[in-house]
């Protein structure tokens, strides 16, 4: 067999062997050979570089781990799907708590037993307000339902498919309705726990402790089908599902 032939004989078997250990070759330069077939430099260096082949620097050093953003909460709940409700229509949304549109208005409508019903932030606008500001944004309702706290918020949004609510270190997935008779607004829900409020005691009177903003105050977050936050209440607040 004549020098040649078995110096490009030589070539392929590296890379083969190189390939078979997994190592990307970025690159190549046929070495000088003896009547081996190996140069006596290469003595030393590995099996591909022997053979022609030497990996990049990027291949040989080691590929750093990607890390995942992790949330700072603990979720109580699974993810829900986005429902529809019906123009005029009403939804059970917490323990004694109705939500109820009509028209385009809207209202949070509160049974307890024993007790009449009634709408404690009454029927509120929507589409033709001229008091309503930015409609796009969630605010929070919030009121007792049962042992926890339903929040609440309405809001103009068609791209919405999670909103997460969160209060302290933890965080809810809200169930999310999309408004029949009202184009492209959405209401959510989560039911919550109470929270803690931080008080003072002094001469015998209980006064609320104020130091900046509360940690276990209400927070709410809507994202698209992709995860992309598109809103948050309040702006302080951290993302609970960062990518």
Same mark, same amino acid.
């Given at each position: ?24 070759? !970025? ?39 990607? !890390? ?32 109820? !549109? ?121 994202? =698209? ?9 309040? =702006? ?8």
């Amino acid at each position: 067999m004549s020098r040649s032939k078995r110096t490009a004989r030589l070539a392929v078997t590296g890379l083969a062997a190189a390939a078979v250990a997994g190592i990307t070759i !970025t690159g190549a330069a046929m070495a000088g050979t003896g009547k081996s077939g190996v140069s006596p430099a290469a003595a030393d260096q590995p099996v591909a570089a022997q053979n022609g082949f030497v990996p990049s620097k990027v291949d040989q050093a080691a590929t750093p781990p990607k !890390t995942v953003a992790k949330s700072k909460y603990i979720f109580q709940n699974k993810p829900q799907t986005v429902g529809q409700l019906a123009a005029n229509g009403s939804v059970e949304i917490a323990p004694d708590v109705t939500f109820r !549109t009509r028209g385009t208005q809207w209202a949070l409508i509160s049974h307890l037993p024993g007790e009449e019903p009634f709408e404690p932030f009454g029927w509120r606008a929507t589409i033709g307000n001229d008091n309503i500001g930015d409609g796009t944004s969630p605010g929070i309702q919030s009121m007792g339902a049962g042992k926890g706290v339903a929040a609440n918020s309405v809001f103009k949004n068609t791209k919405v498919a999670t909103v997460v609510y969160t209060r302290g270190k933890k965080a809810w997935y809200a169930k999310v309705y999309r408004l029949g008779g009202i184009p492209g607004w959405v209401e959510s829900t989560a039911l919550v726990s109470p929270g803690k409020v931080q008080k003072q005691v002094s001469a015998g009177s209980s006064v609320t402790k104020v130091t900046g903003p509360d940690p276990d105050e209400l927070a709410v977050f809507v994202y =698209d089908a992709a995860g992309k936050l598109l809103k948050q209440f309040p =702006d302080n607040a951290v993302n609970p599902l960062p990518k």
